[in-house]
Nanobody, 125 residues
């Protein structure tokens, strides 16, 4: 099985930046290469929502609210996915999850993803 471990969350002030990381452990390299990777977030009292996704050929997708401020990237050699978050706003406070799934075309659907990390907290004040 694949295990996803996120890091990089923290408490920052509005306007500052954070960079989240997600490392995939387990599984084979070929299976890892078959997945698309995504970041989701869930704020208290709200549903989990897709933030960004990246395909193995570096094709990316973003939810409208983060376009221009967040950047998803990956390092396939280390099986790591990043989320650079700039100009952070109060409303992005949430628990951020990394996920791996097979279908980039359904990147925004949580049901697409087979594997999830435990989450890393981002708090903007």
């Amino acid at each position: 099985d694949v295990q996803l471990v996120e890091s990089g969350g923290g408490s920052v002030k509005a306007g500052e930046s954070l960079k989240l990381s997600c490392v995939a452990f387990g599984g084979t390299y070929s299976s890892y290469r078959s997945y698309c990777m995504a970041w989701f977030r869930q704020a208290p009292g709200k549903e989990r929502e897709a933030v960004a996704a990246i395909r193995r050929d570096d094709l990316t997708a973003y939810t409208d609210s983060v376009k221009g401020r967040f950047t998803i990237s990956q390092d396939n050699t280390t099986k790591t996915v990043y989320l650079q978050m700039n100009s952070l706003e109060l409303q992005v406070t949430a628990l951020y999850y990394c996920a791996a799934g097979p279908l980039f075309g359904s990147w925004y659907r949580a049901s697409n993803y087979n594997y999830w990390g435990q989450g890393t907290q981002v708090t903007v004040s």
